[in-house]
């Protein structure tokens, strides 16, 4: 007995994707627009409610096509109403997705992979291991969801203007499903944003980096965190396949393209690891060399890491010599940290799958602020939150 042929999952699919999946059953390429704003703008899910489809497509398309969102395992809303969600994307894995409202802009941060391979000291999710890719629809399903859970209406104002690929997963790693993902968020026909307001976050994959100015340039920011290759060796393992020299020049590759004429560096702030005098002289002749915005990251501990928090002064002063130098620096304000939606803190309870502990000492300190000890383990997702 012959098994049937999967569904295709129609929220992964670009428009070009949407176009030939339409002619592949035999319908005419301006279906596949009407679909794309019927899935994106208007966030149906239901062949049958999509009324300006012809009714022996919408007939047809239960057959071939499904509309699939991951299950919704957990939705927290933290004091300054920035949001997380936990998405079960099958087989005990979770990915974490968070709205950051500001009075300007509303801001999601998704993720692209299950889990993360690169294993940055300073980040819980690296603790976690890779668990696997998440799929194109996956990705913008976070959005799709995010749209819905928040009210938005097809024709009221936008409330998702901005979307970082800064959750968990190094989204270059991911790089077949990504950029699907990000055609879709782009596209007139689906949610419509604005290059510059859509941002892939890396770790430094400068095959990858050099690929997406071609393919896709939307706006880039480049997790630094370290200003000479010795210490980047420790505090971002990525560093030893593509050394900073190398990663400088496509930076440098990815401006002739990109929609904005800076990089944004990322660099959190840890005691007496990254933020002493000489590291600021180091990030003054990174600045002069690529075109850049230091975005500072005061670093949200875990037990785990063996790391502090750089105190308020030393971040002062890193701003203060910094824009000295005419280097436009700002301090990430921290969001979201009292229900664990910070920057670093997407993964969970956190179990070290890396063993990164037993290859170097750990120094485990907290201080009355940061002494939270996060309480989901992804591993421990609840089987009933069906895909």
Not at 166 to 188: C, F, I, R
Not at 276 to 286: F, M, P
């Amino acid at each position: 007995m012959m098994t049937p042929a999967p569904l295709t999952n129609l929220l992964g699919l670009s428009v070009p994707q949407l176009e030939a999946f339409c002619a592949d059953i035999g319908e005419k390429p301006f279906r596949a627009r009407q679909l794309a704003r019927w899935l994106h703008k208007n966030g149906v899910s239901s062949f049958e409610e999509m009324t300006d489809l012809a009714k022996s497509l919408r007939e047809k398309l239960p057959a071939v096509a499904c509309v699939n969102t991951p299950g919704i395992v957990s939705d927290k809303t933290a004091q300054d109403f920035t949001r997380k969600w936990l998405f079960d994307v099958g087989q005990g894995n979770a990915v974490e997705t968070v709205f950051i409202p500001e009075t300007n802009r509303g801001t999601l941060c998704v993720s692209s992979q299950a889990g993360c391979a690169v294993n940055c000291r300073f980040c819980s999710t690296g603790k976690q291991g890779f668990a696997r890719n998440l799929k194109a629809d996956e990705i913008v399903a976070q959005l799709w969801l995010a749209n819905r859970l928040l009210g938005a209406e097809p024709s009221g104002d936008r409330i998702i203007s901005n979307v970082v690929m800064m959750g968990m997963g190094e989204p270059l790693l991911n790089y077949e499903n990504l950029v699907p993902a990000l055609h879709l968020m782009l596209d007139d026909h689906a949610y419509g944003l604005s290059r510059r307001r859509v941002t892939v976050s890396t770790s430094g994959v400068v095959p990858f980096m050099d690929r997406l100015s071609q393919d896709c340039p939307v706006a880039l920011a480049v997790s630094l965190h370290a200003p000479n290759d010795t210490l980047r060796d420790d505090l971002v393992p990525l560093n030893k396949k593509y050394p900073l020299k190398d990663l400088l020049d496509a930076c440098l590759r990815y401006l002739k393209y990109a929609p904005r004429d800076f990089i944004t560096f990322e660099y959190v702030m840890l005691q007496n690891v990254n933020d002493g005098d000489k590291h600021i002289e180091e990030l003054i002749g990174i600045a002069k060399h690529v075109p850049c915005k230091l975005n500072l990251i005061p670093f949200n501990p875990f037990p785990e890491s063996g790391l502090l928090r750089s105190n308020n002064d030393r971040i002062a002063r890193f701003v203060n010599r910094l824009s000295e130098a005419g280097v436009v620096t700002t301090v990430r304000k921290t969001r979201g940290d009292d229900i664990d939606a910070a920057c670093g803190q997407l993964a969970g309870d956190v179990k070290d799958r890396t063993r990164l502990s037993s290859r170097q000492p750990v120094n485990v300190q907290t201080d009355e602020k940061n002494e939270k000890i996060i309480q989901f383990n992804l591993s421990l997702a609840p089987k009933s939150a069906q895909r």
